[in-house]
Nanobody, 121 residues
Framework: QVQLVESGGGLVQPGGSLRLSCTAS????????MGWYRQAPGKERELVTFITSGGSTKYADSMKSRFTISRDNAKNTVYLQMNSLKPEDTAVYYCNAVVQPTRLSATMNYWGKGTLVSVSI
C-alpha cells in the first residue's frame, strides 16, 4: 500500500506564511502527478495546484500569485509554500498523488488524511 502523510499545517495570522509537506511511502513503481486540494468549511473540495514528474505545474487562478508547489523526487515529497495567507484560505489541505503500483499497469489516486490550515487573528 501507498501512504501519503502531510505536515506543516497550523494557525497563522493573515499575511503570514506556511509550508506544507507531503511524503509518500510504501511500495510503488513510480509517482506521476502530485498535488494539493483543499476543502473549506461548508464548501466543496477544490484543486489548489499540481506538479508532474517532469516539473510542470498548474495552479488555480486565485492562488497562482501566492502559492508555489515543488517536489523532491529523491525524497518522494511534494511541498506547498503558501504566502500572503488570507482568512479565506482556511481549509483542510489534502495531498494527492497519482501512483503506478508495483506489478500494476494502471495508475491509482492516493490521498493523505489532510492537514488543517487556519488563518485568523
Amino acid at each position: 500500500q501507498v501512504q501519503l502523510v502531510e505536515s506543516g499545517g497550523g494557525l497563522v495570522q493573515p499575511g503570514g506564511s506556511l509550508r506544507l509537506s507531503c511524503t509518500a511511502s510504501g511500495t510503488f513503481f513510480s509517482i506521476n502527478d502530485m498535488g494539493w486540494y483543499r476543502q473549506a468549511p461548508g464548501k466543496e473540495r477544490e484543486l489548489v495546484t499540481f506538479i508532474t514528474s517532469g516539473g510542470s505545474t498548474k495552479y488555480a487562478d486565485s492562488m497562482k500569485s501566492r502559492f508555489t508547489i515543488s517536489r523532491d523526487n529523491a525524497k518522494n515529497t511534494v511541498y506547498l509554500q503558501m504566502n500572503s495567507l488570507k482568512p479565506e484560505d482556511t481549509a483542510v489541505y489534502y495531498c494527492n498523488a497519482v501512483v503506478q503500483p508495483t506489478r500494476l499497469s494502471a495508475t491509482m489516486n492516493y490521498w493523505g488524511k489532510g492537514t488543517l490550515v487556519s488563518v485568523s487573528i
